[in-house]
């Protein structure tokens, strides 16, 4: 399945490794963070810090809007650490773009 062509992919590079919440992303935001649909955002390739920030005011209930409550409930449960790996690794796949 994609997460493990893309552990493929970065055999040997400095990539953060593939955090296991990251699986449940790309059902809604396709593998790669390249979602198929334009209804989700790309997050592959993104700043880290502005992923990190992202994922930090949803899960505070600060990003509001039509398709916000989705990324809030995605949000909740993820610690301060998992949130930072998630950013990292997403925003890894820039050479993916
Ligand atoms: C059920 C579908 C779904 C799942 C699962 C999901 N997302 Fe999202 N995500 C969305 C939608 C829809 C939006 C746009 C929400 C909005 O309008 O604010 C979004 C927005 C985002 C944004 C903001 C992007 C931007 O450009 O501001 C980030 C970052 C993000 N998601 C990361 C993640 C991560 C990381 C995961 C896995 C932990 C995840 N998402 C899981 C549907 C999903």
């Known amino acids: 399945m994609a997460i493990i062509i893309l552990g493929d992919r970065h055999a040997g590079a400095q990539a953060p490794a ?5 699986a449940v992303c790309l059902s809604c935001h396709g593998p790669f963070g390249r979602p198929e649909t ?6 592959g390739g993104q700043n880290a810090a502005y992923l990190a920030s992202a994922l930090r005011a949803y899960r505070a209930g600060q990003r509001t809007g039509e398709a916000a409550g989705v990324m809030t ?8 650490r998992t949130i930072e790996d998630l ?7 820039r050479s993916l773009r």
């Open 38 to 43: 334009p209804e989700y955002p790309i997050i």
């Open 73 to 80: 409930g995605v949000a909740e449960p993820l610690d301060d």
């Open 87 to 93: 950013a990292a690794f997403f925003s890894s796949l």
């Open 18 to 22: 593939v955090p296991d919440a990251a």
